[in-house]
């Protein structure tokens, strides 16, 4: 029986075959935790009576959803946070204006190679598939995973998704990653890896991978990851050392199912509240007031999301009723944002560009709503108080918000997609 | 650790919320961790007279998705707090974990288990076999256990007291 992307890496780790449903306690090559948790891991650990971590060389932290301390309290959290750091010796820490968000700067620096096992206490590690490894998420379990080197973990289903076609214009991954864990549904992809593969796959640029790995946490699944291929090894190439191993799923691999995606069936979508898999054609939202808007986060804050926001935005203006925040996912996103213009098209629309990380999207801590708004963004959920207050979220593609954030109401980016190709 | 529970079946539908349904939001977000703070709250805002009715060794029986939302574990702690068993036809990873990480007794996934039985009966479960046995029905079923490693967990009485066992193994070693 062949395996699967998920059991060949698991397996490597193990040093022996695993299958999907058996029980394992894999050791990570890398651990991943950021600034608002490392108090609490520190908590655990001394209620444990732990001073040793399993091996600090392979920890990395990140200041990310809260880079910019905005209270005399939170500044108190930071230093503690680098006195943790401190203490452990833990090797690679990324303070604020060093990285950016967690989730993808690690795979920009060549921390991620294809057939990786990383564990995080974030669950939104699983951005790391966009070059073929495989992130899990545990929460509160990291502090056993430090402590000991390793957690129990179910080894994972994978359902198969196929890509074929090219993307509509006006319409980015953000679209098709949406529409697509919604018509798959919380019951196929509970516990499962969503792995992506097929003839439409090259034409997926890596913030649309990124994208892909991200959005199907939000409906119940364990993991995602790309299936690398050589538009991998090209992006990867100047930034890891060693050798790039496209690890493939054997023809014969065991899926829960095999699913076949046209990249081009959909027009843009949203994901109405509350839920961010209440996924709708965007007709049906059409002409809803906002207040709030933001573009960024590691569903959606890569330099392409920008660029693409940015083509709407360049020589308009911004709603006056609308404040739109932009976040850059990394320092290295603001750095190319910065020397492609498209900062400058940003100020002159009217956005507030806000430091490399989370943005908003970690709960509202910087930019939130206010009581009874509703915003348009690119985070990676819309239940109530996500963004603060409380309030209707709408989840689009960035092209979608930019263009919204413009008429100050839910808008199809297409409108303005034939004004700029006419 | 006793695995064969007798009891009150107490039957729910699906979809059970772990904040709201199952434990109030409250106890989540103050991070209250003491199963008999949290006993006195489960299935609150169900049915307010949830915690005087049942009994230790008495069985929830949940549909599907039984746990579903921002996994917090207070539900599963407060389920504990009343030495209750749980059956459900699911429950979704995060909480799935959380049920173990509690120490709650339990079977997931039991196709069709509320089709089964119904509130008041009265049910025989051994958690080590996955056997059901509906006494007032007089029906056996059968569901596949929790894995024993998985069980270990829940015998040890939980996340914390695993982990010093792990750490006292280690310093041993």
């Known amino acids: 029986m062949g395996q699967t992307i998920t059991e060949k890496i698991l397996s490597r780790i193990e040093g022996r075959p695993v299958a999907a449903g058996q029980i394992v306690h894999p050791v990570p090559e890398l651990i991943t935790c950021h600034d608002w948790y490392v108090v609490n891991f520190d908590r655990a650990l001394e209620e444990f009576g732990v001073k040793k971590l399993f091996d600090p060389n392979r920890v990395l932290i990140s200041t990310d959803h809260e880079p910019v301390a905005v209270t005399p309290q939170s500044s108190e959290r930071q230093k503690k946070a680098r006195e943790i750091v401190a203490k452990y010796g833990i090797k690679h820490f990324y303070d604020v204006g060093r990285g950016g968000l967690g989730h993808i700067f690690p795979v920009e620096m060549g921390f991620i190679k294809p057939g990786m096992f990383v564990e995080a206490y974030d669950t939104h590690v699983t951005n790391y598939g966009a070059v073929g490894a495989l992130g899990i998420a545990l929460v509160v379990e990291i502090s056993e995973v430090l402590a000991l080197g390793s957690v129990w973990l179910r080894v994972p289903e994978t359902v198969r998704v196929n890509f074929r ?197 970690a709960g509202g801590r910087i930019g939130a709503m206010a009581e009874g708004e509703t915003s348009i963004n690119t985070g990676t959920r819309n239940d109530v108080r996500r963004l603060g207050a409380s309030g209707d979220i709408y989840l689009a593609s960035s092209m979608t918000v930019a263009a919204s954030a413009v008429n100050g109401a839910i808008t199809d980016p297409r409108k303005f997609m034939k004004e700029i190709t006419s | 650790m006793n695995w064969l529970y007798r009891g009150k079946c107490w039957r729910f539908g699906d979809n059970l919320g772990i904040d709201g349904d199952i434990m109030p939001l409250r106890f989540a977000l103050a991070r209250e961790t003491d199963p008999n703070v949290l006993r006195e709250h489960l299935m609150s805002e169900i049915d307010p007279e949830f915690t005087k009715k049942v009994k230790p060794g008495d069985l929830i029986v949940g549909g599907r998705r039984f746990g579903q939302g921002n996994p917090h574990i207070q539900g599963f702690l407060g389920i504990r707090g009343h030495g209750l068993g749980l059956l459900a036809e699911s429950i979704p990873r995060g909480s799935f974990r959380n049920a173990i990480n509690a120490g709650v007794p339990f079977l997931a996934p039991c196709p069709n288990v509320t089709q089964l039985c119904d509130t008041g009966d009265d049910l025989e479960v051994d958690f080590s076999t996955g056997e059901m046995r509906n006494l007032t029905r007089g029906k056996t079923h059968q569901f596949d256990p929790i894995e024993p490693e998985l069980r270990a967990i829940i015998a040890k009485g939980g996340w914390k007291d695993h982990v010093k066992q792990r750490l006292a193994e280690a310093a041993a070693r």
Request: charged share 20%; net charge negative.
């Open chain 1, 165 to 361: 076609g090219k993307l509509q214009p006006g319409t980015s991954m953000r679209d098709i990653a949406q529409k697509l864990v919604a018509d798959l549904g919380d019951e196929m992809i509970d516990y499962c890896v969503v792995e992506y593969g097929g003839e439409g796959l090259a034409g997926i640029d890596i913030a649309g991978r990124h994208t892909l790995c991200n959005i199907p946490l939000e409906v119940g699944a364990k993991s995602a990851l790309v299936e690398p291929d050589e538009a991998t090894r090209a992006y990867l190439a100047p930034r890891v050392k060693g050798a790039i191993e496209l690890i493939k799923s054997d023809p014969d691999a065991r899926f829960k199912a095999v699913i076949d995606y046209d990249l081009g069936s959909i027009g843009p979508q949203v994901a109405m509240p509350p839920t961010p898999d209440n996924v709708h054609p965007i007709e049906k939202a059409l002409g809803t007031p906002i207040q709030h808007a933001f573009i960024g986060s590691c569903a959606s804050g890569n330099f392409a999301d920008l660029a693409a926001a940015a083509k709407i935005l360049k020589g308009r203006t911004i709603h006056p009723q609308v404040r739109l925040y932009v976040t850059p996912a990394t320092q290295e996103v603001a750095q190319e944002a910065a020397q492609a213009g498209l900062l400058e098209i940003f100020l002159t629309a009217g956005a507030s560009i806000t430091q490399a990380g989370c943005g908003p999207c």
